[in-house]
């Protein structure tokens, strides 16, 4: 039997380890992505833990928001009130969430504009989306809540400024209907100001 050369070993095992180090590259990414976001599950059941048992409609509705923007990096855990007849006013507070392991107490407020009457007290569940630095939760989120997403009860519309998205997730008491333009303003203190 003839003794492998050098130049014959490297042709055989130089593919072989290409292909190793492209699998292991692989694997680590897509662990990396998996791990830079919340899955559905785990979002669904710190939902229903939030919110308590009997929110009908719950999983749909997280379920639409991940369609819509695939893995949060991050969620808020809040109660928020409001009302309004045509000119509204909502503000909320709560504690983020990240993946990372980050937490921290935010507040909310936020005007309304539109065709928009009547009052409500709610728990708020607020997925957050592509958001890198904690500092650039700190502003406005304009968002159209006549496009809300309603399930059972339970419904979500989306603030959008940039890259970085909220999804809040609303189940209350009260009533308030309508069609109406605001944002939703984030800010690391509380305050009346909702502008």
């Keep these: 039997m003839k003794k492998p050369t050098r130049d014959h070993v490297l042709r055989f095992a130089l593919p072989a380890l290409a292909a190793l ?3 292991l590259t692989a694997t680590g990414m897509a662990s990396a992505e998996d791990s830079s976001g919340y ?3 785990s979002v669904v059941r710190e939902a229903e833990a939030f919110f308590g048992e009997g929110a009908k409609g719950m999983a749909d509705v997280i379920s639409k928001a991940f369609k819509d923007h695939g ?3 991050g969620f808020i855990k809040g109660e928020e009130a409001g009302g309004a007849i045509g000119v509204g006013l909502r503000y909320g507070h709560g504690t983020l969430q990240l993946k990372s392991g980050v937490t921290r107490k935010v507040y909310w407020q ?3 504009v539109g065709f928009d009457v009547g009052g409500n007290a709610a728990k708020a569940f607020v997925l957050v989306y592509k958001l890198n630095d904690i500092e650039k939760l ?3 989120f304009p968002g159209v809540d006549g496009s809300i997403y309603v399930v059972g009860g339970v419904g979500v519309n989306y603030n959008q400024s ?12 009260g009533w308030r209907l309508g069609a109406s333009v605001g944002y939703m303003k984030v800010t690391k203190e509380k305050t009346i100001n909702p502008f």
């Design 21 to 23: 180090l492209v699998t």
């Design 39 to 41: 899955d559905e599950d």
């Design 71 to 73: 893995q949060p990096n």
């Design 110 to 112: 936020g005007p309304s």
């Design 138 to 140: 700190f502003q406005r």
């Design 162 to 173: 940039g890259d970085i998205v909220l999804a809040p997730i609303r189940l209350g008491v």
